[in-house]
């Protein structure tokens, strides 16, 4: 059984930093383009950023460019999202995702992904 696995989030004052990981099991993502996105109460899953399957591309949406890194761990099957300089609009359920097959390119679209985490809640207080 493939499981995605979040853990990291929590509550943090603005201007806080969290670190996000995403542990796989039941397959290996070394070969595939893996992702993180979020969804807000009342709003769609949106894009937040993605990393290729040896880490040589990223991608990031506007709002993260410059407060958040995306990385992985191929030998841990595991992913990261570093995020600094939180803003309550950050405030979210972020989810992290893989995509089934190999050597894709980095994309935003929620529709790519085919593997899903159950989210971490990510809370920031102004």
């Known amino acids: 059984q493939v499981q995605l696995v979040e853990s990291g989030g929590g509550l943090v004052q603005a201007g806080g930093s969290l670190r996000l990981s995403c542990a796989a099991s039941?397959?290996?993502?070394?070969?595939?383009?893996m992702g993180w996105f979020r969804q807000a109460p009342g709003k769609e899953r949106e894009f937040v950023a993605g990393?290729?399957?040896?880490?040589?591309?990223?991608g990031y949406a506007d709002f993260v460019k410059g407060r958040c890194t995306i990385s992985r761990d191929n030998a841990k099957n595991t992913m990261y999202l570093q995020m600094n300089s939180l803003k309550p609009e950050d405030t979210a359920v972020y989810y992290c995702?893989?995509?089934?097959?190999?050597?894709?390119?980095?994309?935003?679209?929620?529709?790519?992904?085919?593997?899903w985490g159950q989210g971490t809640q990510v809370t920031v207080s102004s």
């Open positions: 039941g397959r290996r993502f070394w070969n595939n383009v």
């Open positions: 995702a893989a995509v089934n097959s190999d050597y894709g390119p980095v994309s935003p679209s929620p529709n790519q992904y085919n593997y």
């Open positions: 990393i290729n399957w040896n880490g040589s591309r990223t």
